[in-house]
């Protein structure tokens, strides 16, 4: 049993077989390296193995006697040099006359079950490919110095992390969590330097709360390497401008489909006729670029006023955020964008405030452009710019419809077409995409918001009704099943706990996200027939 190293030395004495390899390791398989084997009567072999890079191996070693089936383990003294050095022959013991010398060398084997050599090296890949473990060295240190009787008494140690890379020191708290906390993460700075990030994490199984109140917690060791987000690659920056290339080209193709009762008859047919096979040309919608900027301008606005809300809510908090991979789609312009995290966030209270800046952020100004759309949408001065849609678009949602009702009229609205303003069409998609976006479900704003305001198993009970809802068509209407599609492929995993995961946000930022998630609803929500018939919104004709 011993240590690796890239440097191994096996030394067994006997007068018959001296031998040295110098390619490869038997234990370690390390190339380059080099080995001295002697073999003694009693069979001893001591093996010197330490440190690689990023791990500590174990080595087992076992030496299998061929006469009696006897075992005898000792060490000798590790040889440092390259060349083999036979130590001085001894006289043969009774054990070795019965049973004379093997011509191979000793099999060596781990303790416990067998393994074949391609088991052991994929085992040592694995190891070598993945993160970067805690030292032991470390772990003992910060054992010593950090916890105690007067912050937090260590009695058991389990893996932490994704992989099992770090450390979860389980024990009893001596003091009140959040102090306990910053001295810990303090005095780790001080012991081992910025080598280490410290989660403050409820207590896995735990058994009852806290004596002094709240849930029992944990403190969770990873290397920061392996804990914090990587940096921005090249590729990430082109493919985000390729992203936002195309969600410009959707939002102008937006703006040109909202002026459907103006576009050339074969145009129409090729993109409303299903049996319509030969496209026309495209160059009769060149003259509708021109009149579709507007919306696709409003639309681009609520994409930028959405991020710059999650980046003036992260500023203070000094959180990076990475740049934003706008998601370009036809019906409303854009799916909105993915923004991650680049750093780890201190606490629930800041994933809450920077996850619901952003979906305010743009419903504010969505709703400011809808309302303005609407007014000029009943003012008759302002008919040569209106636009003909569809009644039946105000069915998609309950809140929108109901508000669009008020405004207009019944008459206006009980009609086959409705005429609006395009800056209507402009609040209604960034209120819609506003509102997916802030679906409780997996890493949405809507998903760390309520992950930071009510913690990681109310998300799970919230993503599984949102799943549900979706899959029924429910929330959203045609647009559900593409939009969860999107979710399970983008943004299903949630994001990962805060350093300080323990401590519960304020009741005013449980009544906000509670508030959000219920106006979501009522947005997503479709208007059915009987209700739009007795609303007046739309001109329904059967059951």
């Known amino acids: 049993m011993g240590t690796l190293t890239t440097s191994c030395s096996f030394s067994f004495s006997a007068p018959v077989w001296n031998r040295t390899r110098r390619n490869s390791c038997l234990l370690c398989g390390v190339r380059q390296t080099s080995c001295s084997f002697s073999v003694n009567s009693k069979r001893k072999m001591t093996t010197r193995l330490n440190y690689f890079n990023f791990y500590r191996f174990k080595c087992f070693s076992s ?69 970067e473990k805690v030292d032991p060295a470390d772990v003992k240190l910060i054992k010593d110095k950090l916890f105690g009787y007067s912050t937090f008494w260590v009695t058991k140690e389990e893996p932490f992390g994704d992989l099992g890379e770090g450390i979860l020191f389980l024990g009893n708290l001596r003091g009140k969590r959040e102090e306990v906390f910053a001295k810990l993460q303090s005095q780790l700075v001080e012991v081992t330097g910025n080598k280490y990030n410290l989660f403050m994490v409820e207590e896995p199984n735990s058994e009852g709360p806290d004596p002094r109140g709240g849930p029992r917690v944990s403190f969770g060791l990873l290397r920061k390497e392996v804990s914090e987000p990587g940096p921005t690659t090249l590729w990430q920056y082109v493919i985000a401008l390729l992203l936002f290339l195309l969600t410009i080209g959707s939002s102008v193709e937006l703006g040109i489909a909202s002026q459907i009762n103006r576009l050339p008859p074969e145009v129409v047919k090729y993109f409303t006729d299903p049996n319509a096979i030969e496209p026309p040309d495209m160059e009769l919608l060149f003259p509708f670029v021109e009149s579709a900027l507007p919306l696709a301008y409003g639309v681009l606005g609520v994409l930028l006023f959405h991020e710059v809300g999650h980046f003036l809510a992260a500023f203070p908090k000094k959180v990076k955020l990475s740049i934003p991979y706008f998601i370009p789609n036809i019906t409303l312009g854009s799916f909105g964008a993915i923004t991650q995290f680049k750093s780890i966030l201190p606490d629930r209270s800041t994933e809450v405030d920077i996850s619901i800046a952003g979906p305010v952020a743009g419903a504010a100004l969505s709703f400011s452009m809808f309302a303005v759309g609407l007014l000029l949408s009943s003012n008759p001065g302002a008919a040569g710019d209106l636009v003909q849609v569809p009644s039946m678009l105000f069915q998609g949602s309950l809140l929108l419809g109901l508000i669009t009702r008020a405004t207009l009229g019944y008459a206006a609205m009980h009609a086959a077409t409705v005429s609006i303003h395009p800056l209507v069409i402009a609040g209604w998609c960034g209120l819609t995409t506003s509102a997916f976006n802030m679906l409780p479900v997996g890493c949405l704003d809507g998903g760390r918001a309520v992950q930071g305001a009510f913690g990681k198993n109310a998300l799970i009970g919230f993503g599984l009704t949102t799943y549900t809802l979706l899959g029924l ?43 959000c998630i219920f106006l979501v609803g009522l947005t997503l929500l479709p208007v059915w027939d009987e209700l739009a018939e007795e609303l007046g919104i739309g001109l329904v004709t059967t059951f």
């Open 473 to 515: 068509g429910v929330l959203g209407g045609p647009l559900s099943l593409p939009w969860g599609l999107y979710v399970l492929i983008c943004q299903r995993t949630p994001e990962k706990p805060c350093l300080n995961d323990v401590t519960e946000v304020g009741t005013w930022r449980k009544i906000l996200v509670s508030a």
């Open 63 to 131: 030496v299998h006697n061929d006469s009696d089936g006897d075992e005898e383990e000792s060490s000798a003294e590790p040889s440092t040099s390259t060349t083999t050095t036979a130590a001085p022959p001894e006289e043969p013991t009774a054990a070795d006359k019965k049973s004379p010398p093997s011509s191979r060398p000793p099999t060596i084997s781990p303790v416990g079950p067998a393994y074949n050599s391609f088991q052991v090296d994929s085992f040592k890949l694995m190891e070598l490919l993945g993160p």
